[in-house]
């Protein structure tokens, strides 16, 4: 009894064993699938991540590469050391060389570069944007292994991390600005030269020119002064002659006339008045009174022909014969210069008025 009782108890232990094992086995390949499921996923995950991060790294190398300039990174960890992390490829076409692996020495390497009269600022700007970790910004002269000039700029923002200090940040070629600022501010000073000398000129001739001015200026007072005195002597020598010739030659001529009764010496008498009334007809528009030198008889009768009258009017009116009015009329043009002159009498005595 006992022996078939332990029998049927170890066949109860096999098949419990065996429904365990089954049951296992059913869970190990759940579990299996599961795991290949999961796997699956994270491939498919990380197959997509891996795109993503290669189409970023391929955007992050086209902006680069198209900036206007060299993408940097610049370090300074805590035991001194400087150097870069990272430059774009525009390092080659702009500065002329290679980036080395080694961070250190190529900053090294590229700071010797630096024109000699710019290193001690370019490491002093450094040094004080490492020190205070603030942006550093810097613009001086690089050579290139050519031995060409290269003006540039150079920006970047600090990133304090645990063991280090970062800058990114990008340098710009300024060569070409640089050249055009240069000639710009050389023709502005030759524009200024040339002004100032122009404004010299301008002053020199501007003070001979009043210079000029000035004693044409005194020249005109004195030549106006000169005709004034001309005209005054002219008008004193034609007064003067006038007088002379009325009063010393007239009256001379007169008593001739009255004594002399040949025909031949009247006639010569006649051509001494007309001469001496030629002569002195130039000078009538300067003399000053013209009826004063008339007698009282002939200013009467200058002022009935001023009147309109006629000479057998003014005859009949004097008592007079028209014969003596006629010497009187013949007086009268000759003491206001009208002889041998076509101006009508009471237009000249109208006037004279």
């Known amino acids: 009894m006992d022996g078939k009782k332990s029998t049927a108890q170890l066949r109860e232990k096999i098949r419990n064993l065996k429904l365990k094992n089954q049951n296992l086995e059913k869970l190990i390949l759940h579990r299996t699938y599961e795991f290949g499921k999961a796997k699956s996923t994270l491939e498919e995950q990380v197959t997509q991540r891996t795109l993503y991060l290669q189409e970023q790294k391929e955007q992050l190398q086209a902006i680069t590469e198209n900036v206007p300039g060299v993408v940097y990174q610049f370090y300074s960890n805590n035991n001194g050391e400087a150097g870069v992390h990272y430059v774009s490829p525009k390092l080659t076409e702009i500065f002329g060389i290679e980036f080395v692996e080694d ?3 190529f900053f090294q390497k590229f700071s010797e570069n630096i024109h000699e009269k710019d290193q001690n600022i370019w490491f002093k700007s450094i040094h004080e944007a490492i020190k205070k970790q603030r942006p550093w910004k ?8 050519s031995g060409e000039e ?3 700029e150079g920006h970047s923002i600090p990133t304090v991390r645990k063991n280090e200090i970062i800058f990114d940040g990008i340098f710009i070629d300024i060569t070409h600005k640089i050249k055009q600022e240069t000639e710009l501010r050389q023709a ?3 524009v200024d030269t040339a002004n100032k000398k122009l404004e010299q000129r301008v002053a020199d001739r501007t003070a001979q020119l009043d210079q000029k001015t000035g004693r044409l200026r005194e020249t005109n007072v004195a030549l106006k002064i000169l005709l004034e005195k001309r005209e005054e002597d002219k008008r ?3 007064e003067n002659v006038m007088f002379n010739v009325e009063n010393l030659i007239y009256p001379f001529l007169e008593k001739l006339k009255m004594k002399c009764n040949e025909e031949s010496q009247q006639t010569f008498l006649k051509s ?3 001469n001496l009334d030629e002569i002195t007809s130039s000078f009538a528009p300067n003399h000053k009174n013209y009826l004063s030198n008339l007698t009282p008889a002939q200013v009467q009768i200058a002022n009935l022909i001023k009147q309109g ?3 057998k009017e003014i005859a009949s009116l004097l008592n007079l014969s028209p014969a ?3 010497c009187h009329r013949q007086e009268i043009r000759r003491r206001l210069c009208l002889t041998n002159k076509k101006t009508n009498l009471q237009t000249a005595l109208a006037t004279i008025s």
């Open 103 to 105: 961070g250190a020495r």
């Open 150 to 152: 290269i003006w540039f």
């Open 188 to 190: 502005k000073e030759a």
């Open 236 to 238: 004193e020598l034609e």
């Open 272 to 274: 001494i008045q007309s």
């Open 324 to 326: 003596t009015i006629a």
């Open 309 to 311: 009258q006629t000479t």
């Open 138 to 145: 810097w613009k001086g002269r690089y050579i290139n292994p």
